[in-house]
């Protein structure tokens, strides 16, 4: 892709904590259509040893003449590694190289990157700033946006996190040129999520484009990722603590959280688990009432055509529901040990809600690989 001089700005409104994300295709013009990087005494780009290689150099040429130090920490690649020890490494470069609270983190890779790079930077000095430079598909339309950020726990996946939001959003479309085309697919489920949920006419339009998407058309990637981008930047600015409305955004998540515990981080995608996880989620507002089968097919052909898994794990061999429900109660939107799901309102709506285990198991049964 060529630089864009003039890059596509969403803003996310939050008073004081408001910031720009910016879409286009350069470092360097991104940052300067956004209206520039943050000021600071040193910079430190946390990556991982995939995307070191492809980006870190043309990242440290752009900071270096913005700031006096600019410092890289090379993470070890994947989920399995969103841990207090992983972590750790970002506290030891900045110690080891003397950073003070004026220090900027910029996190240059996907979503465990930028979870793990906002999180230090929430508790380093007890919060500092700090850039999101997503480098996959799923990062650039959902985890580099709104200030979530956190690391797994063997029991639960970002059950240890802090709200920290960036001071500006950097997505280089250029950079999903060597996502794997795993990840790209991955990546595409967060973009679907977005139309059950708010937006019928993103639905329509991914059917209509879904070919082109997966072809990494630019044309067609710019505008996923745009609309993926307003969408999540209004319920955000609504709902920054997610305390009420901006649960819609983890349709499908509780049963792909569940997913990704059970099978071992790493072994399913995030989106991959997401996707899965939608399926279980329409299925259950089907048997609820909410929605027809039409609908639950429609999601499930979308999600096919991405190259998406539509059915579920089998965790345990003798009681796969029960070991689903287990984990689904270790969820940041269970209550008093009640799971709460994102079920689908009607096409475009989307609402939280219990439902009985009894309902639940049938839907997991009838979802999951025999």
């Not at 072994?267 to 039409?294: C, I, K, N, T, Y």
């Amino acid at each position: 892709m060529q630089a864009d001089p003039n890059p596509t700005v969403v803003r996310i409104n939050l008073g004081a904590r408001s910031y720009p994300i910016a879409i286009g295709s350069d470092f360097a013009a991104l940052a300067a259509g956004a209206a520039g990087l943050p000021a600071g005494t040193a910079a430190l780009i946390v990556t991982n040893d995939t995307v070191a290689p492809l980006y870190n150099q043309t990242l440290v040429d752009r900071l270096v003449a913005h700031y006096s130090h600019v410092h890289t920490v090379t993470l070890p690649d994947g989920e399995e590694h969103k841990t207090w020890q992983t972590l750790n490494l970002i506290f030891d470069a900045l110690l080891t190289h003397g950073c003070d609270r004026k220090v900027v983190l910029y996190a240059l890779g996907g979503g465990v990157i930028g979870d793990m790079t906002g999180f230090a930077a929430a508790c380093y000095m007890r919060g500092v700033d700090f850039v999101q430079v997503p480098t996959t598909l799923l990062a650039q339309v959902d985890s580099s946006v709104g200030g979530k950020t956190g690391i797994n726990h063997p029991l639960g996946k970002n059950m240890v996190g802090a709200f920290h939001q960036p001071r500006l959003v950097i997505c280089d479309l250029s950079t999903l040129d060597t996502l794997p085309a795993r990840e790209l697919a991955a990546g595409m489920a967060e973009v679907i999520k977005y139309g059950p949920i708010a937006d019928m006419e993103l639905l329509a339009w991914l059917e209509a484009n879904m070919d082109a998407l997966l072809a990494r058309e630019a044309q067609a990637l710019a505008h996923a990722v745009k609309r993926s981008c307003e969408i999540k930047a209004s319920v955000v600015g609504a709902d920054e603590r997610e305390a009420g409305l901006r649960a819609i955004l983890n349709f499908g998540h509780t049963f792909g959280h569940a997913i990704e515990a059970g099978m071992g981080y790493g072994v399913w995608l995030h989106g991959e688990g997401v996707a899965a996880g939608m399926v279980m989620a329409a299925e259950l507002s089907r048997r609820l009432g909410l929605v027809d089968a039409a609908f639950v097919q429609r999601l499930r052909t979308l999600i096919e055509r991405a190259g998406l898994p539509t059915r579920g794990p089998v965790l345990d061999a003798r009681d796969n529901a029960g070991r689903y429900l287990g984990l689904m109660r270790v969820d940041k939107k269970a209550e008093a040990g009640e799971i709460r799901f994102v079920l689908i309102d009607g096409p475009g709506r989307a609402v939280l809600r219990a439902a009985p285990d009894a309902l639940v198991r049938e839907v997991i049964d009838a979802c999951c690989a025999a």
